[in-house]
Structure formats: structure tokens, C-alpha cells
């Protein structure tokens, strides 16, 4: 079974904090992670994606990543009340037959005060 | 760029007819479509997924005869639920990936959220 677990939340983080988003993946043969940001009552909303061990940054958003332990995070730096949302970790096994299937997380609801 | 439209985007029904349910990408072609479901709180739940020009391939447990996928051409996908009943009732989202972006990229459109009554 090909599982993505998140912390369901919620995240609280004051206003201008850094939010921390976790996520960790069960099988081994995944190549690309994504992070999607879901509104309540709309559809996801593509925010990054990363392929190789390491950070890639985006603006206020950090995705980082460590295949060797798993783990795929966000952090959102400088938080705003509009980044309360839900965030959803996927992972895409990316290799013959799977046709680029996203396999989601619950999502980590996050919830920054003002 | 990379724009995915659902008509519509709400949608109450009676139970026992059918309700289709359009995708469309705006900007750019798409070989394959995938078609989720959303109950409240939970996550997204993959149903299917659409190759243009050939059958639907849907998850286990989904039922092929009961939601119809049509991808007639590489910017429209369409599914249809029939015979609609009030346990159908939830958020369907709809994603596709781009002919350029490789296996790795999918786009959300808005959903439709359906109400069988």
C-alpha cells in the first residue's frame, strides 16, 4: 500500500511566523513530491514541486526534501492570513505504468492569526 | 498558462437521473485527464483516469457503468453519473497533464460540486 501521511493539523502560526508543513511517503520509488494548497469549498492549487534532495525555494515557500529519510516539508516563511488553507503533500511514483498518478496526503490544515 | 476549466460548477439533481460533468483544458493539450472525489474533510480520491482516445482506466472499487469518462479530444474530458444517488453527492475534481510536462505536472480545475436530492 502506497501511502502519504501528513499531520492532519491544525497549524496555528501568528501572522509573520514561519509554517511548517511535514510530510513522509512509504514507497521508496518515488520521484516527485508536490504541494498543493487547497481553499476551502475549492480545488487544489499547484504551489511547488520537487525532484531532487535538497531545498528549492519559491518566493516565501520552501519545499525541502530527503529521499533517504522519506520526508518531504513547506515552509512558508512571513505567513499571511491568506495562507490559511489546507495543504496537500503528493507524491507521483513516476515510473512505468503509473502514468503520472498523484498519490495524496489528508492535507495539513493550517491556520494563521492575525 | 495552464488553465482547467469544469462546467458546471454546481449542480443539483434528483435521484435516479444523470448528471455530465465537463473538463476542459483552456491552454494547452492534454493526453491524459484524471477525475477525483472529494467528500467533506477528506481527501481527494482518485476515480479515474482518462487517456484521450481510449478507455477510461478507473480505480479499484470505482464503478465503470455507473460514472462514464469520455475523453473525445486532448482538451475535453467529460463524466457522466448515472442514475444519481444522494450517497454520489460530493466535490469532483478533474486535473489534467500537460502534453509538455512530461508525467510529473497535473492542473486542477475548479470542481463541481453535486447535490442529488
Known amino acids: 500500500q502506497k501511502e502519504v ?19 513522509t511517503y512509504s514507497d521508496r520509488g518515488s520521484q516527485s513530491f508536490f504541494w498543493y494548497r487547497q481553499y476551502s469549498g475549492k480545488s487544489p492549487e499547484l504551489i511547488m514541486s520537487i525532484y ?3 531545498d528549492k525555494e519559491d518566493g516565501r515557500f520552501t519545499a525541502q526534501l530527503n529521499k533517504a529519510s522519506q520526508y518531504v516539508s513547506l515552509l512558508i516563511r512571513d505567513s499571511q492570513p491568506s495562507d490559511s488553507a489546507t495543504y496537500l503533500c503528493a507524491v507521483n511514483l513516476d515510473y512505468g505504468g503509473s502514468q503520472g498518478n498523484l498519490i495524496f496526503g489528508k492535507g495539513t490544515k493550517l491556520s494563521v492569526k492575525p | 498558462g495552464a488553465v482547467v476549466s469544469q462546467h458546471p460548477s454546481r449542480v443539483i439533481c434528483k435521484s435516479g437521473t444523470s448528471v455530465k460533468i465537463e473538463c476542459r ?11 477525483y472525489r472529494q467528500f467533506p474533510k477528506k481527501s481527494l480520491m482518485l476515480m479515474a483516469t482518462s487517456n484521450e482516445g481510449s478507455k477510461a482506466t478507473y480505480e479499484q472499487g470505482v464503478e465503470k457503468d455507473k460514472f462514464l469518462i469520455n475523453h473525445a479530444s486532448l482538451t475535453l474530458s467529460t463524466l457522466t453519473v448515472t442514475s444519481a444517488h444522494p450517497e454520489d453527492s ?6 489534467a497533464r500537460p502534453l509538455a510536462g512530461g508525467p510529473r505536472t497535473q492542473y486542477f480545475g475548479p470542481g463541481t460540486r453535486l447535490t442529488v436530492l
Open chain 1, 5 to 23: 501521511e501528513q499531520n492532519s493539523g491544525p497549524l496555528s502560526v501568528p501572522e509573520g511566523a514561519i509554517a511548517s508543513l511535514n510530510c
Open chain 1, 52 to 54: 531532487s534532495n535538497g
Open chain 2, 25 to 35: 483544458s483552456l491552454d494547452f493539450q492534454a493526453t491524459t485527464m484524471f477525475w
Open chain 2, 90 to 95: 460530493s466535490f469532483y475534481i478533474c486535473s
